[in-house]
């Protein structure tokens, strides 16, 4: 499997194909019983998310890991190594979010979010590491027709600024729309690419 620089890569196959298990190796949270993974030309193998994260990996689950009873900004200060200020961490929000068109007040309580509101603390949690690869593990699952269409437009502005994606999605016409390349997987073997 190889990802281009600036690529949005689409990760295919049936329920127990193993993509989400490839993605967690990729993401530290899965050791692989063999073979090897090389990220910008050097050897991976990421021990933890941690290690992953630090040499550029982001990730954003199918299921959102937030408390709902924390702000925005607390929810992603939770997820920082070193989180810094509240006051400057809920400026830096305010500005990835406006500059990839993810509207979200830091202040907001996330039990009061919709599922694309939350889906975007995720995401903005993930950029605030200016990740060099994204991993989304079917992020249209719970969006509305609309939250779906700002999510393909900021994957769209990631790309043009070098930032390679994995995409898991089991909807064809994403697909077709949003990935330049497409990888089949079949029980755990790479069966095409397209």
């Keep these: 499997l190889d990802i281009g620089r600036g690529e949005i890569h689409a990760l295919l196959g049936e329920n127990g194909a193993g993509k989400s298990t490839l993605v967690k190796m990729i993401y530290g949270l899965v050791k692989p019983d063999s073979g090897t993974m090389h990220f910008n030309g050097e050897a991976f193998a990421p021990q933890d998310p941690r290690t992953a994260r630090a040499g550029g990996v982001g990730m954003v689950f199918q299921h959102f890991s937030l408390f709902d009873a924390l702000t925005v900004a607390e929810n992603i200060a939770l997820g920082m190594e070193h989180a810094p200020a509240m006051s400057q961490l809920a400026a830096r929000i305010r500005e990835v979010s406006e500059s990839y068109g993810l509207p979200l007040s ?19 949690r993930c950029l605030l590491q200016d ?13 509305t027709p ?7 437009q ?11 994606i994995l ?10 729309r949003l990935c330049d390349h497409a990888t089949i997987l079949r029980l755990g073997k790479n069966v095409g690419e397209c």
């Design 167 to 176: 995409y898991i999605s089991h909807k064809l016409e994403e697909i077709r």
């Design 146 to 152: 609309q939250e779906v269409e700002i999510l393909f």
């Design 154 to 164: 900021t994957l769209e502005k990631l790309r043009a600024e070098g930032t390679s």
């Design 106 to 124: 830091p202040d907001r309580t996330v039990g009061d979010l919709s599922a694309g509101e939350r889906q975007r603390v995720e995401i903005i």
């Design 131 to 143: 990740p060099k690869l994204l991993i989304m593990d079917e992020p249209t699952s719970v969006l």
